[in-house]
């Protein structure tokens, strides 16, 4: 009993002791750093180092040979602030960006990070980092024009990159990434550059638009030529339909058309041919109507003109042999009368004459007819007379009144009175 215990105790004091040795000897190594084992020989690439390099693993420490260290590989950020970093041409810059760093974690730069970063703070660090991108920042600066580090920072950028790709490598340090945040100058030069360039980018810009909109007026009005000329072919085709369509819709109503034109023309003719009689019938009414109205009351009034043209020719053939007669008796009368015939033919002729004027005066002897005032009686009137009577035509009328109380002469026969026919 009393060796079993004096087992165990020796069992829990080895286990004590490996704990302690395990505790103090056995380092794990994290994904982020990098643990390096200082004192023992290393061979690499034929080259010697007194030290070996853990990374992501674990190892055991020998003990009073070996002293272990470790080296954080994660990102450092650094602000880059550069102020009166000449360019190219003499103008002075402020240059601000921002840089990541790390540590190299492959061969062969972590040896230089090892040599030269080893035992030294984060921050140190970061600040040998950022003196050395300063540097850069200032030599590739210098090689550049203002328009060239302004107009493409993506460019400037690579180049500092590439600038500062060897120092940083010699310090152990890898530059992952670095932005150009901003690029200004106290003399306004950018500013200039920077309004040349909007200006020229406005200008760019309008060009652009006039000819987008050019090449889209020419291209809107090329559909609209083509939607012009789809459409006219379009309605063509339905005209051409539509014509086909009444072609043979006419070709197929031309029978019924032509039949029910023919029965039209029969019906019509039909009825032309049954009105005939019936015209014929009128035409012979309205002639015996004209007849009746016109034709018979024309006759009879033919009939009656002429009977009153023979009446009236009788009455002038009678009055014409009367009027002969009576001429005829004058002029044998007239004869008689010898060369006092004008005389008594106008005594007779002024008998009626005499006895009027003898009428409205009392019974005078006149011994002489002398000319009065015109303006007077009627026996002035009467003087007046036979004194123009006497001038004229040379008929002495106071004288052969005279002679008229002393002798007879012999009558002349009166002249015949012709009867006026209307």
Request: with cysteine; hydrophobic share 40%; aromatic share 2%.
């Amino acid at each position: 009993m009393g060796g079993l215990i004096a087992l165990l105790a020796i069992l829990g004091a080895g286990g004590g002791v490996v704990s302690l040795i395990i505790r103090n000897l056995y380092y794990i190594c994290q994904p982020n750093e990098v643990l390096i084992f200082a004192g023992s020989r290393q061979t690499a690439k034929e080259r010697s180092y007194g030290y070996r390099l853990v990374k992501g693993g674990s190892s055991l420490r020998t003990p009073l040979l070996e002293r272990v260290m470790r080296m954080d590989l994660t990102n450092m950020i650094i602000e880059l602030k550069v102020a009166n970093a000449f360019s190219k041409g003499g103008i002075p810059l402020k240059v601000e960006g921002v840089a990541n760093i790390k540590i190299a974690g492959e061969e062969p730069a972590i040896h230089n990070a090892i040599e030269r970063l080893l035992g030294k703070s984060r921050q140190e660090i970061e600040t040998i980092a950022k003196e050395t991108l300063e540097g850069n920042l200032r030599g590739v600066l210098a090689s550049l024009t203002p328009e060239q580090v302004n107009e493409d920072k993506i460019a400037f950028a690579k180049s500092l990159l590439d600038e500062a790709e060897e120092d940083l490598e010699k310090l152990g340090l890898i530059l992952d990434t670095l932005q150009i945040q901003n690029i200004s100058d106290d003399v306004r030069y950018l500013d200039s550059i920077g309004r040349k360039q909007q200006a020229e980018l406005q200008r760019d810009a309008r060009i652009a638009e006039a000819q987008a909109q050019a090449e889209s007026a020419i291209q809107t009005a090329e559909n609209n030529k083509i939607t012009a000329i789809r459409r006219i072919d379009r309605d063509m085709g339905i005209a051409a339909a539509e014509a086909e369509r009444r072609i043979q819709d006419a070709m197929t109503q031309r029978p019924a058309v032509i039949a029910e034109a023919e029965a039209a023309i029969a019906s019509e003719l039909a009825r032309i041919q049954a009105e005939i009689p019936v015209q014929q019938e009128r035409i012979k009414q309205v002639a015996q109507q004209l007849k009746a109205d016109i034709v018979a009351p024309a006759e009879a009034d033919c009939k009656r003109a002429i009977a009153t043209a023979q009446g009236q020719a009788s009455r002038i053939t009678e009055t014409g042999k009367a009027q002969a007669e009576g001429i005829k008796k004058l002029a044998e009368s007239w004869s008689a009368a010898g060369e006092n015939a004008r005389d008594i033919f106008l005594l007779q002729k002024l008998e009626p004459l005499l006895k009027s004027l003898s009428a409205a005066i009392p019974e005078v002897e006149v011994q002489k007819v002398t000319l009065m005032n015109s303006q007077g009686n009627s026996v002035a009137k009467a003087a007046t007379l036979f004194e123009q009577l006497k001038q004229t035509t040379g008929l002495d009328v106071a004288g052969a009144v005279n002679a008229l109380t002393s002798r007879e002469y012999p009558q002349i026969a009166p002249e015949p009175e012709t009867e006026q026919h209307s």
